[in-house]
Each structure stands twice: as structure tokens, then as C-alpha cells.
């Protein structure tokens, strides 16, 4: 059971190019999130989908943009990225949004 | 101001000691309270879960809950080198209907070393 996997594990991009990181879990949850890390901040919500097809604004989505078109895959993109976004990224999913969340292992992205 | 304030620390304690981890929060719509732990270049893990108010103990572990104080506690006794990692506090409420989907709220994380 591989639970929530991410893909790239590492990324170094420069300033003003795009990327998209790939999220996949196995667990028929229906909620699913993409978090940012950064020191001292801890984890701020940048969108989140409670469903194939949805997506919201998080905390911090200014960016950012995500699509959910399969229950299983939540693809986060950086259409320009900036040095501002180098951060660890982390996805999770859930049953519902008050349920145990499962994470990822990680992406550290950093934009030179 | 954030919904959800936690002391980053860090907090160093040796091996043994009683460790007191704290969030307080904003919105009383909260119901359902969560305690992860991370460790150093891993993903979070639900340590505890609880929705009520009181205490809950599992192990070494206690979660406790006030919610007319809006203060969350995890207590960690007879602490060990391996609980060093972030501890996270983490919110969430029922779906209200609208946009409000009951979505997780983090605190900042405390980082702990319990040294021998």
C-alpha cells in the first residue's frame, strides 16, 4: 500500500520557469491538499479539492494552480516560478477535512 | 492574526523529562483536534485525535482539550531521544455547507530534542 506519493522528490528550477508537481494516492480519498514548509511558518494550505473535479483556495494560492481531473491525482503547477516559492512541498489526503490527513513524503523545490 | 498559534520553541529537554506542547486557537467553529509529529525531512504522522473536551492517553501521550479556553495540550512523559521531531497541532470543523469544507488548519510546529 503505497498511500500518498509524490513526484519529483527534488527540483531545482530558475526564476520564471514552470514545473508541476504530481500527487497520487491509492486510498479512494475523496479530500485532498497541497501544503507548503517553511521554517518558523509551519504548514500553510496554498489549495485543496474535496472531490474529482473541485478545487479551492488555501491560505497562500497566489502562484499557484492545481486540477484534479482523476479521484487519485492532484497535479500542483508553477506557471513563473520565484524565488519566493522555494519552499518543501507536501500533499495529503483525507476521507473528509476533519479525518486523519495522510502525507507525502516531500518536495523540496528551489528556484535560483 | 493566524486561527491557530503554536510556540515554535525550540525546545531542548533531556531524557526523561516531562515535555508540555501548547496551541491556542481563534475560531470556535473548531471541533476536531489533531496532534502530528514530523520528523527531520519527513512527512507529518497523526500522532493523536481527539474532538471533545478532556483528555485522551495513549501511552506515553496525553491530549488535552480545553475548548472554552480555546487551548490545546499534548503532554509527552518519561520523553525520549526518538520523540526529538516537530510537533504539529492541526484544527478542523464540520462541512457547514458553501465553501466550508472542514479543511485542516496547522499550527507553526514546536521543534523538540530530547537529549540523553
Known amino acids: 500500500n503505497a498511500g500518498v506519493t509524490q513526484t519529483p522528490k527534488f527540483r531545482v528550477l530558475k526564476t520564471g520557469q514552470s514545473m508541476t508537481l504530481l500527487c497520487a494516492q491509492d486510498m479512494n480519498h475523496e479530500y485532498m491538499y497541497w501544503y507548503r514548509q517553511d521554517p518558523g511558518m509551519g504548514l500553510r494550505l496554498i489549495h485543496y479539492?474535496?472531490?474529482?473535479?473541485?478545487?479551492a483556495k488555501g491560505e497562500v494560492p497566489d502562484g499557484y494552480n492545481v486540477s484534479r481531473l482523476k479521484k487519485q491525482n492532484f497535479l500542483l503547477g508553477l506557471e513563473s516560478a520565484a524565488p519566493s516559492q522555494t519552499s518543501v512541498y507536501f500533499c495529503a489526503s483525507s476521507y473528509a477535512g476533519w479525518t486523519e490527513a495522510f502525507f507525502g513524503q516531500g518536495t523540496r523545490l528551489t528556484v535560483v | 492574526q493566524k486561527e491557530v498559534e503554536q510556540d515554535p520553541g525550540p525546545l531542548s529537554v533531556p531524557e526523561g523529562a516531562i515535555v508540555s506542547l501548547n496551541c491556542t486557537y481563534s475560531n470556535s467553529a473548531f471541533q476536531y483536534f489533531m496532534w502530528y509529529r514530523q520528523y527531520s525531512r519527513k512527512g507529518p504522522e497523526l500522532l493523536m485525535y481527539?474532538?471533545?473536551?478532556g483528555n485522551k492517553e495513549d501511552g506515553r501521550f496525553t491530549a488535552q482539550v480545553d475548548k472554552s479556553s480555546k487551548y490545546i495540550s499534548l503532554f509527552i512523559r518519561d520523553s525520549q531521544p526518538s520523540d526529538s521531531a516537530t510537533y504539529l497541532c492541526a484544527m478542523s470543523y464540520p462541512n457547514a455547507g458553501g465553501t466550508s469544507y472542514g479543511k485542516l488548519t496547522f499550527g507553526q510546529g514546536t521543534i523538540l530534542t530530547v537529549h540523553p
Open positions: 481527539t474532538y471533545s473536551s
Open positions: 479539492s474535496v472531490g474529482e473535479g473541485t478545487t
